[in-house]
Structure formats: structure tokens, C-alpha cells
């Protein structure tokens, strides 16, 4: 590039200071007329702008990646809204990949950060698998996983702990003297369905509570799966008094069987969700739920990856965000949800709807 | 570049074909040991890694930008959803900028494509304002608008139609036999409330309908401030039997209120919301929206933008995505929600809280 035009050159053509070219082909705010004869002069002289060029000095790029597992999932969706924010303060912008939770794209994207089109990764992965290891063991930048990874893996690790959130539900449903607590689980061949269910189990025990078979009820992570889920427990048990749902959308599934079966929630069936999704506050009674913090899980990879590309290389670090339990009418009665108001200003953007819907 | 090291020199140290340099220099799935020996030749050959050289030669990054103006809103990230499969089947990677609605900050984005980060940029912005358009005129990579353009702006455009929405809206109710039709809308000094303002007093009049001042009811675009707006108007005009609300947290504030006064939805009661957000079909009653078409819109955008990147020098194309209507249990009664089940695989990554959840 040396001997290519220069910012100098390109100065003189335009007529302009070199500061000015310069803001412009930084893409600074500048003056409409500067901005055409800087960029008149630079295509004149066959100027090839230069994130590139400048990357091939640096071998910076000042991107980073995010890729999800799942593009539409509400979860990933909420880490997304904090990771990106907190890039572009720094100066970074986001390359988003979406691997549809498939393995072989996870692994095209480590592959892919040797082309060194990113300065670093974030990376929320369904399971991490023995080809992850080996390629984050060779990763050519910085990475941070949100999810679990196995003991030693040298990575930045930030961690939810849904166990722990399976424990404040049942303690939660407990303390209000409900004594039949029921699961309505996902698969158990799943991480989260087996993690759900030992939880469970072990919430029990410590409360002093008998492990009922019959008062677990697996099904699938959807609305409807739920839905028939609870209508089978209620059929088997009909004096249960309280369930604990695997995720939103199960409970979402519970409260149409409940309504339609005459149980009034809370008073006769006590209800609480896991992952608290936008839906808890939209559903009517608006529904208590377990949050495994995404959020914060992705506002804390950035952090971590962040502090990295300032070339901090302490050794890795493993931050498991705590979960917490939001109340809502589902178990504390109807009452002024104070979830509502958040859920509506993070949809701020109906505002946005503004631009495009008129 | 031609100087240093090439697939060539790094696949004879690394004793392996120069098929297998290729495919691990460009993160294809390679065996483990190959990309170790390939990665370990390329660094002992400090060959730099190049999507970056690439790029010089063929003055193209493969990477497409978003802007959308609210990562908060449902209605971008609807869009986002089937931008990001597009441009990934077409090879692109995708960099996310979110504008929080801030004009400077869309300015900037239009700026930086003089950098040649991207091929190309899909924006959302808010409204267009002349430095947009400015910029739009000197863009130096193609660019889609997904919202309104002045007339005669040349660039690709995709914009929704709440005009025919509130149509929509109003038709239904009026074929449900309700004949007390309120608005409940957002401020009028917005572009949406404004429009959405006209096109329901079209709609009566065309319909016959009287405009009654009395059944029009201004507050803004979340649920509180929704639910106090249908409160006065329940106050002021008892015997309403309709409510068009401006977008879909409008109209659940309204269910807050309609139940805590003892109004039965639909029967007392019709009630439309506009967006049709996830957040509709896990109301209840499950909410009758007008959907705007976002994810139709974004797809649409990207299609466009692939387009361009072909190569396309047809004249800038506009395309209106046509609104529709999704009716739900707020105007038909109870019944089954066709829509909870997809709302429900939208979120089947709650099955991606499978891997950080455990």
C-alpha cells in the first residue's frame, strides 16, 4: 500500500486538511461537501480504503464474534442485547453467527478464526464436544464460552447453575405450604431435562419431602408438549398443588390446561416457569419464573472477552452467574406486576415500528 | 503478500496437501492433526492469516451489515431472524449494528462503508433524514432501507403498510358487529400514531361509521401507559365495544384493564392489537394482532441486497410487504391458538438453555 496514494495525497487532490480526509475515510461525522471531494479524490486515485490495509498492519480487525446456538431462542436473544452494546462501547463491532445448534458449524466458526476475521469469540454452544476442545485448545484468539465446559478446559467459562434454580421454585412453592410439588420436565435425555430432574429430587430430600413418582411428568420444552404433560398429571394426580415447569413455555402449556380444567392458579395449582422469557410477564396470570440470567451471562462473556484483547493473560476464569426466582401472580396472587412495565419499555421498539410501519 | 509464505511453501513444511492448507486456512472441517500441523507450518512461516490479503485482491470482506435501530424490539429482531439464514446460505457473515434509534449513530454506520468492512448494509432506521439521504446518494456499497423513503430516493427499499393494518383491523370488528370502534393509539407527534390516527378515521367513514372524538383515546406505546388510556376511555365512553389499540403492548395493557373491570374479551369487549409479536399469542385471551410483516420484510431486504451483490443494475426496487391479519381469542373466543405452537418452536432454543442451563 506504501506506494498507493495516501491520505496525503488524496489531502491535496480534495483540497482538504488531512484531518478532514482522515475523519472521512474513518467514517467520522463530516461535512456533506468534504465527504464527496475526499471520496471523488480517493476513487481518482484508485484508493483501496483500508480497514483492510490498516488490519494487515495491526492484524487487528476490531470485530468480534457472537455465535449462538439459536437465533430465535428468547435466551440467547437476551445475551445478545447485552453483549452488543457493550462491544460497540469498546469500540468493537459484532459479527453475528447463528450455528442452528449444530456441531459442524460450531466448528466451521473455531476453524474460522483462523482467517482472522474476528479478534475474539464469544460462543454459546448446545454441548461442547471433544472437537470444540481441540480447537479451542489451537484457537488463534481469545474465546469465551457461555454454557459448561469440561473441568481444565483452558477457555473463559461463563456458567449458568439451573440446579440451583430448580431449588429457590420448589423452596418458593414450599414456603407457601404447598406439600404436592410436582416437576413437568423435558426430555431426560437432555442436559437440562436430567439436570432438572436430580435437582428436583434432591430439592425434595432436603425439605423432608417423599419422592413421588407419580408427581413427575416428562414431556417436551414446547407449549403444547406441556400442555398435554399437565393434563396427564392432573388426571393421575388430581390433588397436586403446585408445579414446577422446566422452562416458560411448558408452564405456558400448564396454565391453558389449568384454565381449561376450572384450577384456579395460584389458589388451587401453584405455577413456575424456568428461563423467564418476555412470555412470564405477557401471560395471564402473569407467571412466576426461574432466571438463569442470560442477560448477565452475556454481559460478563463480553467483560471477560474484553479484558482479553487488552492482553490480560491470567489464567482462564470461570464466572457461574446465580439464578433468581421472579414472583408474579402465578404463585403470589394477582397483583400489580412489576415485570410488566420492563417488559414493555424492552419492546421500546413498537417505537421502532415507527419508522417502518408508516 | 506474493512475497512471504503460500499455501504452497506451508503445505510442503506441514507435509500435507495443499488441498488440506486450503481447506484449514479457510476453517473448513479438516482433521484435528492436520490442522495442527498446518497452523503450526503457517506460524513457524509467519504466514498472516488472510482474509485480509483476500480481501485486497478482491476488494470484497463477504460480510453484509444490519443496522436496525432497537435490538430490543421484537419487530427487528424478527427481521434479524431471516436476514441472518439468508445472507449465511449465501455465504456472508453478518455484522450487527444497533442504532438505538439515534441518527448520528446511523449517520455513522452510513460513514463507515467507506471503510469497505461490508459489501453491503441493510438499515432500519427510524425515519430518513437529509443527511441520510446525503450519505445514501454517496454510499459506496449497496444499500437496502427497510422502512418509508421520500419518493424518488434511489435505493432498494422495503417498507410495511400499517395503513391497510389498521384497515384490516377495523373491517374485522366491524364484521364481528361492533359498531363502538375505539382507537387507543400512541402520541400523534410520531409518524405511526399519526398514520395510524388516519387511516382509522378512513376506515370508518369508508365503512359509514361516524368519527366520534370520544372513541379516540392518545397515550403512548406500552402496556401501563396503554391500560390507563383505555381506563379514561372506559370512563368517558362505557358502552364501547371495540378497541383498536396502535401495537401489541397497548392492547395488553387493555386486557390488565377490561379484566380488572369486569369487561368479558371478546364478548363485551373485541379487542386488536399491531405487530403481532410473540408476545400476542402468549396473552390471555390470546391476542388478535396485525401483523406488519417484519420477518417478511427483512428477508425480502436481504433478498434484495443479494441482489445488488450479483452484480444487479436495475433501477432501485420498492417493495410494500402486504399486512395481515391474525385472529386470536380477543375477537373470536376462546378456542385453540394455531399460533402457540410455532410461538413455542420460536423458543425451542429454551432447549438452548439445555447447554448453559446445566
Known sequence: MADGPTINTIAERAGVSIASVSRVLNGLPTRQETV??????????????????????????????FAMADIGNPAYLAMLRQIQPVLKAAGYRLVLHSTDAVVADEIDVLHGLGERYVDGLIMSPLRVTDAHLELLAAARAPVVIIGSVPEGTRVDNVRADSRTGVRLAVDHLYSLGRRRIALVNGPLDTVPGAARGAAYREALED??????????????????????????LLARVPDVDALMCANDL????ALDVLRAAGRRVPDDVAVVGMDDTDLAAASWPSLSSVSLGSAERGKVAAELLLERLKGGEHEPRRVTVPPHLVVRASTAGAGPDERAARGGSREAGGAGERGAGS
Open 36 to 65: 464527496r471531494k475526499v471520496m471523488a479524490a480517493a476513487d481518482e486515485l484508485g484508493y483501496v480504503r483500508n480497514a483492510v490495509a490498516r488490519s494487515l498492519k495491526s492484524r487487528r480487525t476490531n470485530q468480534v464474534a
Open 207 to 232: 425439605l423432608g419431602l417423599p419422592y413421588d413418582e407419580n408427581l413427575v411428568q416428562v414431556g417436551d420444552f414446547y407449549r403444547p408438549e406441556g400442555g398435554r404433560a399437565v393434563a396427564e
Open 250 to 253: 411448558i408452564a405456558l402449556g
